[in-house]
Nanobody, 124 residues
Framework: QVQLVESGGGLVQARDFLRLSCVASGGTFSSYVMAWFRQAPVEEREFVASISGSSVFTRYADSVRGRTTISRDNAKNTVYLQMGSLKPEDTAVYYC?????????????????WGQGTQVTVSS
C-alpha cells in the first residue's frame, strides 16, 4: 500500500515563494508518475503539475506554468512543488498523487494514490 504525506503548506504572502514536499512510502516510487493537484472551496480538484518517474517529462497547468517547478528525488521517495509569484487565487488544498503509469497523466481519476492534502493560503 502506497502512502503519501504532504508538507510545506501554510499562510504565505502574495508574490512570495512556496515549496511543498510529498514523501511516499510503500511501492516502487521511481516507477510512478507523480503529480500535484489542488482544490479550492466549492471548486473541483484541479491539475497543477506532473512528472514522470525518470523526471524526463513534466507537464504544467496553464495557470501555473512559468512560475512553478515540479521535481522529484527518487532516492528520497519525494516529489516537490515549487511555486513563485503566488497569488490569492492559488489558495487551495494541495494534494500529492501517484499513478502506476509510464506516461504523464493530468486527470485526477487517473491517479490511484493520494495524500491527505496540505492547505496553502495566499494573503494579499
Amino acid at each position: 500500500q502506497v502512502q503519501l504525506v504532504e508538507s510545506g503548506g501554510g499562510l504565505v504572502q502574495a508574490r512570495d515563494f512556496l515549496r511543498l514536499s510529498c514523501v511516499a512510502s510503500g511501492g516502487t516510487f521511481s516507477s510512478y508518475v507523480m503529480a500535484w493537484f489542488r482544490q479550492a472551496p466549492v471548486e473541483e480538484r484541479e491539475f497543477v503539475a506532473s512528472i514522470s518517474g525518470s523526471s524526463v517529462f513534466t507537464r504544467y497547468a496553464d495557470s501555473v506554468r512559468g512560475r512553478t517547478t515540479i521535481s522529484r528525488d527518487n532516492a528520497k521517495n519525494t516529489v516537490y512543488l515549487q511555486m513563485g509569484s503566488l497569488k490569492p487565487e492559488d489558495t487551495a488544498v494541495y494534494y500529492c498523487a501517484g499513478a502506476d503509469s509510464a506516461t504523464i497523466r493530468i486527470g485526477p481519476t487517473e491517479y490511484r494514490y493520494w495524500g491527505q492534502g496540505t492547505q496553502v493560503t495566499v494573503s494579499s
